[in-house]
């Protein structure tokens, strides 16, 4: 019995083991990986900071120094919270500077703008990373990588003069600085017409800013305009906002834009720029959108190879501007939505609106396969390892992954322990001896059998 038993113990391991889920590929892949080429190359393709110091700021005031620096490449590590460090009270709806008497005011702190140099790694360790109410501004920078950090401008105090602009202190004065993005990176320091930038990698980030009053009261998330090139956004979550990702400023805005977008998780967008795309290039594969608004916007002289990606909830998922912009679409799946591409049209369902999308020639100039999912398994694996506190590196950082919860999906063992167990259980079995079998996965979470003997 004793050798029937450990037989079978081994069979339930080699199946644990054979059945195991082995996280996806994080690798860098599409556009951000690619060399490019004339003004647009970098050896290696988006390589960061490496090479340069490995810093670990501990203020607000370390970080900028790192980050603004434009002669030398950083691996910065961001191991905690970063504010501006200036409290003050804020009317959040609105913006407004106010003070603690003043009814509806919430403490917050002012905001600040980080102005990034090129070849800077920004990787977040652990899952604490998290830029609160400091804004990103990349300006004409290139080779820029940032992983693994959760962005907000919630509760920043701005002001509207025309376009709404954050509010800092600086040297005791307030002054305005700059759109309320999360990340904003564009090509214009000079002239939109000569500046440029390439090579981008954010992946593994979270952005959220919440409700407002207005919808103007935050910006984008992650907007990119001008002559922007070789960018791949993987692995991000996207939610709690009204405008997600800008592409263009306008329609004279239709710069050759390259841009992988895959395994991203947008999730109660109630708005749009999921993303909005004007000109460019886009390759928006593996996608998951959740309870959303309006979706991919595309717009003026935009060109799209869309695939595997599904959207749940969504009003308006995929929709043409008919303003010359172009897409190929398959393996899509529509969850629920009401306004989707006419070939995508269920018998019997009644939408109330169906869009013809024009074709397009554009497919992605890289090999990809060995990232490429099915649509039909997002919505488990894109919220399951997007967002921070996924991914393992060089520098110390966790997994921070649950098991799948409703699949028949494992983790790989890493350790099983027996357990002897006497008393009222053996009573409840008639006396017979029970051994349980624990078995330890790499995340902490067990799964327990009771065996008979």
Same mark, same amino acid.
């Given at each position: ?12 391991? @080699? ?27 970098? #050896? ?62 919430? /403490? ?20 604490? !990373? ?27 105090? !701005? ?22 993005? @999360? ?37 984008? /998330? ?69 309870? @959303? ?8 002289? #935009? ?5 595997? @990606? ?31 591409? !006419? ?111």
């Amino acid at each position: 019995m004793q050798k029937t038993f450990l037989t079978s113990l081994l069979c339930m391991m @080699c199946l644990c083991i054979a059945n195991a889920q082995q996280a996806p590929d994080f690798s860098m892949m599409g556009y951000a990986a690619m060399e490019g080429e004339g003004d647009f190359y970098n #050896a290696g393709g988006t390589t960061g900071g490496q090479g340069g110091e490995v810093v670990t700021p501990n203020s607000f005031a370390e970080l900028k120094k790192y980050a603004e620096d434009l002669s030398k490449p950083y691996v910065i590590l961001i191991t905690k919270e970063f504010t501006s460090e200036q409290p003050c009270y804020v009317i959040t709806s609105t913006g407004a500077l106010a003070t603690k008497e003043t009814s509806g005011a919430t /403490l917050s702190t002012y905001g600040e703008i980080l102005k990034l140099g090129s070849n800077k790694s920004i990787i977040g360790v652990g899952q604490d !990373a998290f830029f609160n109410r400091i804004g990103i501004n990349v300006n004409t920078q290139s080779n820029i990588i940032i992983r693994n950090i959760k962005f907000t401008m919630n509760g920043v105090p !701005a002001s509207k003069d025309n376009e709404m602009k954050v509010i800092a202190l600086r040297d005791g004065v307030e002054v305005l600085i700059g759109d309320p993005d @999360c990340i904003g990176i564009q090509a214009d320091k000079t002239s939109a017409k000569v500046d440029f930038g390439h090579h981008f990698w954010i992946d593994h980030c979270e952005f959220y800013n919440g409700d407002a009053a207005f919808k103007d009261r935050y910006d984008g /998330l992650l907007d990119m305009k001008n002559n922007i090139q070789f960018v791949t956004l993987s692995w991000n979550k996207f939610y709690n906002h009204d405008k997600a990702c800008l592409s263009g400023k306008g329609n004279s805005d239709a710069y050759p834009r390259t841009v992988t977008m895959h395994h991203n998780y947008f999730l109660n967008i109630q708005g749009s720029r999921l993303p909005l795309q004007r000109g460019g290039f886009y390759h928006y594969f593996n996608n998951y959108m959740n309870n @959303c608004q309006d979706g991919y916007d595309l717009r003026a002289k #935009a060109q799209a190879y869309i695939e595997g @990606c599904y959207f749940k909830d969504t009003k308006a998922p995929v929709m043409p501007s008919d303003e010359g912009e172009g897409a190929t679409l398959t393996d899509m799946i529509f969850d629920n939505c009401r306004r989707i591409p !006419a070939i995508y049209a269920q018998d019997g369902v009644k939408y109330d609106k169906l869009f013809d999308i024009p074709s397009s020639d554009y497919r992605p100039p890289y090999e990809y396969s060995a990232f490429l999912h099915e649509a039909k398994d997002i919505p488990t694996i894109v919220p399951t390892y997007s967002g921070v506190g996924k991914i393992e590196d060089e520098y110390g950082g966790t997994t921070g992954i649950s098991p799948l919860e409703n699949s028949n999906v494992q983790k790989e063992v890493m350790s099983t322990k027996y357990y002897s167990i006497t008393g009222a259980e053996l009573n409840e079995t008639q006396n017979r001896g029970i051994t349980i079998v624990k078995t330890i996965y790499t995340d902490g979470s067990f799964k327990a059998e009771k065996v008979l003997r």
